[in-house]
């Protein structure tokens, strides 16, 4: 892929700043575009000597460590919604996210990736990310329906299963819309940096499996374990 240099990449501030111009004619709220525009651009670029430093971790701990401070992190905005469920449920969605999203991650590295050494951060951290963040917002959906079905008076089981049906529609939708409607982001990427497309193709398959498998897994064991829990 072709390097983008500061002066290529600014030209496209020029449609950018036509819309803030039709925002300021319309008397929306250009400021907040601008705002988002200066957060974007800063969040990326510390994201991106972040991710240097971590890709030069060298000992498994270490990336442990940094696994294990996503997945909290992934739990408490999975409940973010509703201070007083964080409270309670905290453990039980870091837990559900440690199970679900552990299974995943150890059969894609182990047998399917089959690195070595598995942890290597190039490939677990960006790939652990995905699997966190999107078991996360399948853990959010399935309990924000769990606990308004619960005060709605239907049965566990019932809450249970809508809640779960709930959870996958986001990840199952887009099983149906991949290659029609979108091409993903990683594959997007694979295809531009130089890769075969059919290799793009089964990497991408690998992704999209493993964020129905986690989400499918870690909001199951989620629902499984706050049987009995009402919250007013």
């Known amino acids: 892929m072709n390097d ?6 600014s030209i496209m501030l020029i449609p950018f ?5 039709i925002q300021f004619l319309w008397g929306t709220d250009y400021k907040k575009s601008l705002y988002a525009l200066l957060r974007m651009i800063t969040q990326l670029i510390l994201v991106g000597y972040i991710l240097m430093f971590l890709f030069g971790l060298q000992h498994s701990y270490e990336v442990l460590v940094v696994l294990l401070l ?14 007083v469920i964080r409270r309670i449920l905290l453990f039980k969605s870091f837990i559900a996210l440690v199970v679900g999203s552990g299974i ?17 951060p190039r ?3 960006p790939l652990s990310g995905m699997i966190f963040a999107n078991s996360m917002s399948a853990i959010s959906l399935a309990s924000d329906r769990f606990f308004s079905d619960i005060k709605n008076n239907l049965s566990y089981i019932k809450a249970r299963n ?9 990840i199952t939708n887009s099983f149906f819309a991949v290659g029609l409607v979108s091409i993903p982001g ?17 990497y991408q398959i690998l992704v999209m499996l493993m964020l129905f498998s986690s989400s499918g897994l870690s909001v199951a064991f989620f629902l499984n374990s706050i049987r009995g829990i009402k919250i007013d």
Not at 4 to 9: N, Q, T, Y
Not at 72 to 83: D, E, K, V
Not at 104 to 118: A, M, N, Y
Not at 191 to 199: E, F, I, K, N, R
């Open 162 to 170: 809508n809640a779960y049906k709930a959870s996958l529609i986001p």
């Open 17 to 21: 700043l036509s819309v803030i111009g």
């Open 104 to 120: 995943t991650i150890v059969i894609i590295f182990t047998f399917v990736l089959d690195l070595d050494p598995w942890y290597q």
């Open 186 to 202: 990683m594959m997007s990427g694979a295809v531009l940096s130089g890769s075969d497309p059919l290799v793009a193709a089964r």
């Open 4 to 9: 983008i240099s500061i002066v290529s990449l």
């Open 70 to 83: 996503m997945l909290f992190i992934a739990s408490w905005i999975s409940l973010n919604y509703n201070p």
């Open 123 to 125: 490939y677990t951290i």
